[in-house]
């Protein structure tokens, strides 16, 4: 005769593990998609700040995998470039957080918790909430960036003004992480119902 209770205490334990299985995947993924996203790379002749695809995948990363594992993805990503991976718009290394995209950086992990904390249900809430979401996830990554290019600047010796500031780390930037948002917003509601951690 089957012993149902014993298949079934075997099934509750290997769910845990396998849930865990497929979210370190997908962390890992997203990580791997930043690192991907910034070798896409556009060199403005006015700032040492480099459009790149990052913040897309960082408000991707946030809004399909939640808040904790937006969080998560972003943080490995910055833990392999700060260990010497050449994974960061400048490289890799300790040095390329202190370099004038650090801010950037250090805001990824907290603009795709704010980005995944945002969303929610999407599905419920609607594409609208998801894009206030991402267009939140680029504050975030601004106020960092900025702050951190001024501080950068400073050290340097280089007097900037706040105008100067947000001409070479925020206004060139704005319309093209806005169309950034608004396609992670589109691409959201496809994408969640692939992604599952059941």
Request: with cysteine; hydrophobic share 55%.
């Amino acid at each position: 005769m089957p012993n149902y209770n014993s298949d079934a205490s075997t099934t509750a334990r290997t769910l845990p593990r396998h849930r865990i299985a497929v979210e370190l995947a997908a962390v890992t993924a997203f990580a791997a998609l930043t690192a991907v996203g910034a070798r896409v790379q556009v060199h403005l002749p006015f700032t040492p700040v480099p459009v790149t695809g990052q913040v897309f995948c960082v408000l991707l990363a946030g809004a399909v995998l939640g808040a904790r594992l937006g969080f998560v993805s972003q943080v490995e990503y910055l833990a392999a470039g700060a260990a010497g991976l050449p994974i960061f718009a400048h490289g890799g290394g300790p040095t390329a957080l202190l370099g004038p995209t650090g801010g950037y950086l250090v805001g990824f992990p907290l603009a795709a918790l704010a980005v995944g904390a945002l969303v929610g249900r999407t599905q419920e809430r609607g594409r609208g909430w998801a894009l206030a979401a991402c267009l939140c996830g680029v504050a975030v990554i601004y106020l960092f960036g900025a702050t951190w290019y001024a501080i950068w600047c400073a050290a340097l010796g280089a007097t900037a003004g706040l105008t100067a500031v947000l001409v070479q780390s925020v206004y060139p930037f704005v319309a093209i992480d806005a169309a950034k948002a608004v396609f992670a917003a589109a691409l959201l509601p496809a994408l969640r119902r692939r992604v599952t951690f059941d």
